[in-house]
């Protein structure tokens, strides 16, 4: 399984983003998505997840109302959508997957990583 995040960028306070990542070598609608992020300086933190189906989502505290996450099973892809940002939000996010549980990911201990896209809010 790999995964390929992209999307990232540098946007202003207030603005939104929109961020992919797209599932190969694995069936997609098996696996339980998730988002995380680290700032520098900082360890992993997890940012959002969504089940297989796509019918549950959590998020951190500080990001929700403010970000969305979905899964598009068709074009095995999951998106982390990203409104009314702060300069708080700069680090570089993850996306992982894992089949088993979604546990592994609550826990930021996901079976399968994707490469880091660069976020930067400026004030």
């Known amino acids: 399984v790999q995964l390929q995040a992209s999307g990232g960028g540098t946007v202003q306070a207030g603005g939104s983003l929109r961020l992919s990542c797209v599932m190969s070598?694995?069936?997609?609608?098996?696996?339980?998505m998730g988002w995380f992020r680290q700032a520098p300086g900082k360890g992993r933190e997890f940012v959002a997840m969504i089940t297989r189906a796509g019918a549950s989502t959590r998020y951190q505290d500080s990001i929700k109302g403010r970000f969305t996450i979905s899964k598009d099973n068709g074009k095995n892809t999951s998106y982390l959508q990203m409104n009314n940002v702060e300069p708080a939000d700069t680090a570089v996010y993850y996306c992982?997957?894992?089949?088993?549980?979604?546990?592994?990911?609550?826990?930021?201990?996901?079976?399968?990583w994707g490469q880091g896209t660069q976020v930067t809010v400026s004030s």
């Open positions: 992982a997957a894992d089949g088993d549980s979604v546990g592994n990911i609550l826990r930021t201990v996901p079976a399968y």
């Open positions: 070598g694995g069936t997609f609608s098996n696996f339980h």
